[in-house]
């Protein structure tokens, strides 16, 4: 998927259902920053270390019992380790248990459109009503990235010592592949061996998605190919930028004579690698915008084409909020639209 765009580059059974193994955590990182974002939640704040915390098997930062650790250890330890102990005791601190926890979890998950995806825990644990797809794992990866770009620089560590403890990151794309900054590993012996990559090569951004290979070498071989499949046959553009002034039509009856105008969002697109040239833009601005008209109300459409073939629109919209003009105003709008 190129991150910019939305636009997937190249898929199989993106809406398969199949558990994630740890790469549930993505998502239990991203209810973290949430919390952190509404200032419920700091990373100096000392989180007491529960016995089911503790005894957590699979991967972990081997936390003690009756313990206190900050947020940001057991952070690092979630995403460096994929510390199971680190993510239930985040967990039971946030929402008091991990199964309350988990509800927030599928909150954000519905919220994020993330229609294939059912969490029962917070860690990844292998069960089979645990679900998620690869098309949802794409959204989950570009919610982060784009939302909390400051926590995002975290998966592209290497190692990460707790307690005396060195453990490597198990993506071992970080060492083979100086573009590729982050993401997240996952296996269970259901789930198979997963991981989930982003890599940057100039200004575009590729996320891929592989899940349930059979090896390490697998799943990091797969990861591999996709990205750079993506790089050498497509490029990336950000054709406008969100709130961008594009014109400054004509409005009647207002208390201005011109609205400003421009997209709600960025709009970015990816092409054939060599297409740019054949690209082609053009606005449909309405000829009779009359006020009043609000901030965020469509005016035209924004429409791009490659080759003569449309690739996509996007809604022009108002960038200001422009009230009726004077009854003097609105007379003189009148008659020049009479005389036009």
């Known amino acids: 998927m190129d991150f910019n765009s939305g636009k997937i580059l190249a ?8 558990e994630p193994a740890s790469i549930t955590k ?5 209810v973290v920053y949430k919390e952190i974002e509404a200032n419920r939640l700091s990373m100096n704040d000392m989180i007491d270390i529960s016995e089911k915390a503790w005894r957590m098997g699979g991967s972990r930062m081997y936390l003690e ?3 206190k650790v900050s947020v940001h250890d057991l952070l690092k330890g979630l995403i460096i380790q994929s510390g199971n102990d680190a993510s239930v005791a985040l967990a039971e601190h946030i929402a008091g248990t991990e199964d309350a926890f988990v509800q927030i979890m599928n909150q954000y998950a519905a919220n994020l459109g993330m229609q294939g995806t059912n969490f029962v825990n917070c860690t990844g644990w292998p069960d089979k009503q645990h679900l998620t797809t690869a098309r949802d794992i794409a959204k989950l990866a570009v919610a982060i990235i784009s939302e909390f ?3 995002y620089s975290w998966y592209s560590e290497k190692e990460y010592t707790y307690n005396s403890i060195k453990q490597y990151n198990r993506n071992k794309l970080l060492w083979r592949d100086a573009s590729v900054d982050g993401f997240k590993t996952g296996h269970t012996e259901s789930a198979g061996y997963c991981l989930v990559s982003s890599a940057i090569r100039s200004d575009m951004r590729i996320i891929s ?14 990861s591999q190919a996709l990205l750079n499949y993506g790089f050498r046959f497509y490029e990336s553009h950000t054709l406008y930028d969100a709130e961008e002034v594009l014109s400054r039509p004509r409005i009647w009856s207002g208390e201005f004579e011109n609205l400003t105008v421009g997209l709600a969002e960025n709009l970015a697109i990816t092409i054939p690698r060599g297409a740019y040239d054949n690209l082609d833009a053009t606005m449909d601005i309405d000829k009779n915008i009359e006020a009043p008209v609000t901030k965020g109300q469509q005016v035209g459409l924004v429409k791009v084409s490659l080759d003569g073939k449309l690739l996509t629109s996007m809604p022009l919209v108002a960038l200001e909020t422009i009230n009726e003009g004077s009854i003097f105003q609105q007379a003189k709008d009148y008659i020049m639209r009479l005389i036009n």
């Open 65 to 67: 019992v009756n313990t």
């Open 11 to 18: 898929e199989k059974d993106p809406d398969h259902k199949i």
């Open 26 to 30: 993505m998502m239990t990182a991203y």
């Open 149 to 151: 770009p400051e926590h």
């Open 209 to 222: 998605v592989v899940l349930g290979t059979d090896s390490k070498k697998s799943r990091a071989s797969v």
